[in-house]
DNA sequence: AACAAAACTGGACCCTGGTCCGCTTAGGAT
DNA sequence: ATCCTAAGCGGACCAGGGTCCAGTTTTGTT
């Protein structure tokens, strides 16, 4: 039941950035035992890191995640502002990391969790479930989602959307051998762009519904099924 | 051979952005004469406008759009910094400026030019048509393309941004009638983003040709067509 | 020509993300 | 217990986007 294999960057994913740090290759998935959440911090930094993140997770309560700023969460742990950045990277880092739990949860249950999102389900059926599966956290964690969006730069380069599409483009391959998976992966992915469900749900007022069979026809069509 | 019809928001497409206007209604399309570029504006404040472009352009051109401060390009054009701000509402108003020809060129194409762009090809094939010539597009014009995207909140709200998806959900809802033309608009719309686009040709060296391959296959499927 | 209203100007100012670097401290080695 | 060193710290600092408003210029009116 518990999760046997662990994607690549599943680790890194959920590290600080400490810049200049690339994984060293690029394996389509690795087998990991459950990766240490903090590998090695000193423990005064485990500490301050721990009180970041409670801190962050306050003023996203309190104030909405778009007025979180980072000398604001500095303060509020008690902590210098360079800390913060030390620690997380940038902005983004730390609002992804506020999301860690909620995706780890994803993680696990779409890389070895029970079907029809978990392997033993037929890829297309997986698709729809990993859609289906990630609107529904888009609209549950929207603000932080929308928050944690990354600069353009790295839209397609952070760890954690590198997973999804690595996921997506897998399936595809399965259930569509002869077309461009990698392409059609990214496409698929774009339709489930958290900035895009906001727009969709908020400004333009589509039902969770619509989005649900909108990307399950999606799924369809690209898959030419159904 | 001209362009018979101007869609919505071409004009305010291409305008200032005084912050809180809003164009009165959404029709679908609009028939105009050939929007004034600079409808009603003072003699010095047009002239003010004329500098900054231009200062604005030979700045992109000797450091490249990433370099473009707002602060330089006031200066270069010696003119205050709240001047930029005034006539083009922030950065990414300038830097659409600075594409707004070929943009306009490309509207005019798809909006009234020869097929298979334009009016009187079957909606498939004008599909297939918009992505390369799109494709192209953001090839060309890549770091202009890229510094011009807009922050997420306004990422889909963009005028130009919607006018493309109003053409594509047109063209999809006589390709596909009974299709969520609305949602495989965004579908489509997102995997011709320039961003997603410098990524693949960029990072990942996709060639060309596969682009426009994929692109057409996607049309394809999403269309149920091919 | 004089005047008033509207439009425009520009630079001082604020905010926030992000960097830097000299100082401090944890914690292993002796 | 002491020392040494790498890891960590934090606040001063910077840059760049965006706002504001007191003063200036344009332009239409009388």
Same mark, same amino acid.
């Given at each position: ?7 690549? &960057?599943?680790?890194? +994913? ?18 990991? /035992?459950?990766? @240490? ?5 000193? #423990? ?19 104030? $909405? +995640? ?11 742990? @008690?902590?210098?502002? /360079?800390?913060?950045?030390?620690? &997380? ?18 993680? +696990? #249950? ?20 990993? /859609? ?14 929308? #928050?944690?969006?990354?600069? =353009? @730069?790295?839209?397609?380069?952070? =760890?954690?959307? *590198? ?9 595809? *391959? ?10 059609? +992966?990214?496409?698929?992915? $774009? ?10 749900? /908020?400004?333009? $007022? ?21």
């Amino acid at each position: 039941m518990f999760p046997v294999l662990y994607a690549v &960057f599943m680790s890194a +994913a959920l590290q600080p950035f400490p810049k200049s740090q690339q994984p060293p290759a690029q394996p389509e998935l690795l087998q990991l /035992g459950p990766a @240490e959440d903090e590998p090695c911090l000193r #423990a005064d930094a485990a500490r301050n890191r721990a009180r970041l993140l409670e801190a962050a997770a306050r003023l996203v309560a309190e104030h $909405g +995640a778009a007025g979180v700023t980072m000398e604001a969460v500095a303060a509020a742990a @008690e902590v210098g502002k /360079g800390t913060v950045f030390r620690r &997380f990277g940038d902005r983004t880092g730390l609002l992804t990391a506020l999301l860690d739990h909620s995706e780890k949860k994803f993680q +696990a #249950a779409f890389l070895g969790g029970p079907p029809p999102l978990g392997p033993g389900a037929p890829p297309v059926e997986r698709l729809r479930a990993f /859609g289906r599966e990630l609107l529904r956290r888009s609209v549950d964690e929207m603000d932080l989602q929308l #928050a944690a969006e990354p600069s =353009p @730069e790295r839209r397609f380069s952070v =760890p954690v959307r *590198r997973l999804h599409h690595n996921h997506v483009a897998l399936l595809l *391959r399965q259930a569509v051998p002869d077309a461009d998976s990698e392409f059609l +992966a990214h496409t698929l992915m $774009g339709s489930l762009n958290p900035v895009l469900i906001h727009h969709l749900t /908020g400004p333009c $007022g589509l039902p969770m519904e619509r989005l649900e069979k909108a990307w399950c026809d999606l799924v369809a069509r690209v898959t030419r099924t159904g």
